[in-house]
């Protein structure tokens, strides 16, 4: 089998009528596609893994000084300062709000295996607080 390195032109995805699997579809600019069923922990792991390489990507652009003049790593980036969240026991999910600086806010809705990942995230992200 040849394994031919494409350029991604187009993504769809479709979930199941019952909400239990879903398909993606990736098509090349020569029109070659791959078609792939997932259930929802392939799926959540998918976007997962998607997510942490926007992470290292953005990561490296700033390391090798490679952003856009004039733009942060995340141009539409909005300054959090501050947050509110409660567990929803009906639904098994965190929901929340953020607030920025200028009083936009957004919603949130997460898992809470999510919200665990999203804090260590941050946490190995953060400067190292000294208590002096």
């Known amino acids: 089998m040849d394994h031919v390195i494409g350029i991604l032109d187009k ?3 479709g979930v199941s009528a019952d909400g239990k699997s879903c398909v993606m579809v990736f098509i090349d600019e020569a029109h070659r596609s791959i078609n792939c069923i997932a259930n929802y922990a392939e ?11 926007a992470i290292e990507m953005a990561r490296r652009r700033t390391v090798l000084g490679d952003e ?10 909005m300054n959090v300062t501050s947050a509110a969240f409660e567990m929803n026991q009906d639904a098994g999910y965190l929901e929340g709000i953020l607030i920025g600086d200028a009083g936009q806010t957004v919603g949130i809705r997460m898992r809470p295996e999510v919200a665990c990942q999203l804090t260590r995230a941050m946490l190995m992200s953060a400067p190292a607080a000294s208590n002096s």
Not at 43 to 53: E, R, T
């Open 11 to 13: 993504f769809r995805l």
């Open 43 to 53: 799926f959540s792991a998918f976007i997962a893994s998607l997510s942490d390489a």
């Open 68 to 77: 856009d003049e004039g733009e942060g790593v995340f141009p539409d980036a």
